[in-house]
């Protein structure tokens, strides 16, 4: 009798408790539960990042708004990204700079009402100035995309603007505040610049009026 009590107490012993083994047996369950609810949130993860389309981001375009005009030459345009603008903080000199406001200073490119007109010191002011007007009169505030360049040189952006369909650079020209200032390599606008100018010869407007030719 007495062995019989030690042998059961052994096999107690090495196998454990009856309770205790329960435990062990649902802790291990709920291991692998957990790992399987782990496995497929992971695959759910996998499966998004497969399906979501990557987005393409092109390196020489700008978005922003139309702010301001301080000279015939250039234009100021907000950033309302904060990480977008202090991008160009480390790349950009102060003076194509405002960090108040928050701009950018973009230099338009193949036009300069400054380079196109020669009537004297006093009209030759009053020109650049109602073509900066007239610019801010009709742009202020629109949303803008510049297809620019940077100028490692000069620290600053060159480009073309852009409000939906209308290209600024080019209403400069149409509208005879420019002449088209063609460089050595064509733009992907030059067919559009040449009409523009044509057009505006047709009107006699700006650069072409008829009294200053």
């Not at 009590?5 to 649902?26: C, M, N, T």
């Not at 709920?30 to 979501?52: A, C, H, V, W, Y």
């Not at 338009?108 to 009053?126: D, F, T």
């Not at 002449?179 to 733009?187: A, D, T, V």
Request: proline share 3%.
């Amino acid at each position: 009798m007495r062995l019989y009590k030690l042998i059961i107490i052994a096999i107690i012993f090495l196998l454990g408790s009856p309770e205790f083994e329960f435990q062990q047996v649902h802790a291990v369950e709920g291991f692998f539960k957990t790992e399987s609810i782990r496995q497929k949130l992971f695959g759910r993860m996998d499966d998004r990042k497969k399906s979501k389309s990557l987005r393409t981001v092109s390196e020489n375009i700008l978005i922003g708004i139309f702010s301001r005009v301080t000279d015939s030459e250039s234009v100021w345009i907000r950033l309302e990204s904060r990480s977008e603008f202090r991008k160009w903080t480390f790349k950009l000199s102060k003076q194509n700079l405002n960090l108040p406001r928050q701009e950018v200073r973009v230099w338009l490119k193949y036009v300069s009402p400054k380079l196109s007109i020669s009537h004297g010191k006093e009209y030759n002011n009053w020109f650049r100035k109602k073509a900066a007007f007239e610019m801010q009169k009709i742009f202020y505030n629109r949303q803008v995309r510049i297809n620019y360049d940077f100028s490692e040189n000069l620290y600053r952006l060159d480009g073309m603007v852009w409000t939906g369909d209308t290209n600024i650079n080019v209403w400069l020209v149409r509208n005879g505040w420019s002449f088209y200032l063609l460089e050595n390599k064509p733009p992907p606008e030059h067919e559009d610049l040449l009409a523009a100018e044509n057009e505006a010869k047709q009107r006699q407007v700006g650069l072409w009026k008829a009294e200053l030719q």
